[in-house]
């Protein structure tokens, strides 16, 4: 008898097993399709066109890195042609972006906007393949 209840106690116990990776694995599954309903992307095709926001400044030495690495050849890629470059100088940003927030306070940054909406930002640069891959977060390439 003893035998008998050992047994069905770890059928049980695998049985449960095998049904919480089921329920694992239908999570994943749902949080997946959450985040692709609700992406960036989706919210920035419903609001219009894209447009990249770089804000910059003359003394930034990560700003003039991605000027020599990015910024000659950002008009030739295909991001460019789904979101145009527009430059801005960080002591300008606040005049003309009152309503987009947070405020930006640190060098380069990259705001993807849709409309007035922001739909994605890029803090900082370290090289061309993380920008871009960074950017490809929010836009299909």
Known sequence: ????LSRFSINCL??????????????II????????GSPINAAEKNGPFRLVYVFSDHCV????WERD?????????????????KMEISLFSEHFTDVTPN????PTFILMSGNDEVGRIVGYQNRD????ALSEYIPH
């Open 104 to 107: 930006v306070s640190v060098t």
């Open 30 to 37: 749902l949080i997946a399709v959450l985040l692709l309903i």
């Open 62 to 65: 990560f700003c003039k890195a």
């Open 14 to 27: 695998c049985f449960v097993k095998f049904i919480l990776k089921i329920v694992s694995m239908a999570k």
């Open 70 to 86: 990015v910024g000659r050849l950002y008009e030739d890629t295909e991001y460019a042609k789904k979101a145009p470059l527009f």
């Open 1 to 4: 008898m003893l035998a008998v």
């Open 130 to 133: 993380m920008f871009f891959w």
